[in-house]
C-alpha cells in the first residue's frame, strides 16, 4: 500500500505545473495630495461681543465669505484629486462627476 501511494506521487507532480509561478503585480503607488489642501479651513471670524459700525459689519462678512469660498474650492480640488488618483489606479476610467463636467 505504501509502495502503490510512492508511485503515485511522481505522478502527481507531473500534473502539476511549478514552472510557471504566477507573480502579483506590484502594489500600486498611492500618492499623497498636496498639503495646502488637506489644511483646517478657518473659522468665522470672532466679532467680539461690542456693537459693530456698518462698515465693520461688512468688513468681517467679507472675511467669512473669502474663508468660505477658499474652504469649498480646496475641498472640490481635494475631491478632484482624489478622482483622478483612483480613476488611473482603476484603469483610466472617467469619473462620473467629471465626465459630465466637461
Known amino acids: 500500500m505504501l509502495a502503490a501511494l510512492l508511485s503515485a506521487l511522481p505522478a502527481c507532480s507531473a500534473l502539476t505545473r511549478s514552472d510557471r509561478i504566477v507573480v502579483p503585480p506590484p502594489a500600486p503607488k498611492l500618492t499623497r ?11 468665522p471670524v470672532d466679532i467680539g461681543d461690542k456693537p ?13 465669505r473669502e474663508r468660505l469660498l477658499s474652504c469649498i474650492r480646496r475641498h472640490l480640488a481635494l475631491r478632484d484629486f482624489y478622482a483622478d488618483r483612483d480613476a488611473g ?8 462627476g467629471k465626465a459630465a463636467a466637461k
Not at 33 to 43: E, I, R, V, W
Not at 55 to 63: D, N, S, V, Y
Open 89 to 96: 489606479l482603476e484603469g483610466g476610467k472617467q469619473p462620473a
Open 33 to 43: 495630495p498636496d498639503s495646502a489642501l488637506t489644511t483646517k479651513c478657518l473659522g
Open 52 to 64: 459693530l459700525t456698518q462698515a465693520q459689519l461688512e468688513r468681517l462678512w467679507i472675511t467669512d
